[in-house]
């Protein structure tokens, strides 16, 4: 027999501690509140750290500062806010940006698959975006997405281009294949 009781204990008490992480980071980072994506980082945080370790890590993320710096909020940016990326505001205007960003990235790079997308009305921003928000963890198996995101921590938001990029290029033959059936 299986005890369902237990495993539904812990998936209420990780769903409890999303709640609670992402409450805290809203009234930590008023600017920014909760916004769409927030929840699948700060679960995939709580796969990994304690809640209070994954608030902070989520607080920096989507942040204007890093807490305790003793530098001042305007010396060191979240990593996904910093130099305008305002990833996780109402507008989503810094993954927008981003999201032009790659698609022109991805133009350069693979302009025979971006123009059979475009034939078909499908434009790499639809693709991308999610990839995007959620730092691939909605796309990739758990310990692949936790390499991404040990590269993203260390490099910074040009990792999430990269991954983005080196993603077209692997499934570039099939997804031509598959267009063409279209």
């Known amino acids: ?11 209420d008490t990780v769903t409890r501690g999303e709640r609670r992480v992402l409450i805290c980071c809203a ?3 008023p600017d920014v509140g909760y916004c769409q994506s927030m929840n699948v980082l700060a679960a995939f945080l709580l796969l990994h750290l304690e809640e209070e370790e994954a608030f902070w890590v989520l607080a920096a993320m989507v942040g204007p500062h890093l807490p305790g710096s003793g530098r001042g909020a305007a010396a060191c940016e ?3 806010s910093a130099r305008g ?5 109402p507008d ?3 993954v927008r940006i981003d999201q032009q960003v790659f698609e022109y990235m991805a133009m350069e790079r693979l302009p025979e698959l971006v123009a059979r997308l475009k034939e078909l009305g499908v434009s790499i921003p639809l693709i991308s975006i999610k990839w995007f928000m959620c730092l691939y963890v ?3 198996p758990v310990a692949v997405a936790r390499q991404v995101w040990d590269n993203f921590f260390w490099f910074g938001p040009r990792v999430l281009f990269e991954v983005g990029l080196e993603l077209l290029r692997r499934t570039e033959a099939e997804l031509l294949a598959g267009a063409a059936d279209a």
């Open 1 to 11: 027999t299986v005890h369902l009781g237990r495993h539904l204990h812990a998936v």
């Open 27 to 29: 009234w930590h980072v």
């Open 78 to 80: 979240g990593l996904l």
């Open 85 to 89: 990326r305002a990833y996780y505001r």
């Open 92 to 94: 989503l205007a810094g």
């Open 138 to 140: 909605n796309l990739l």
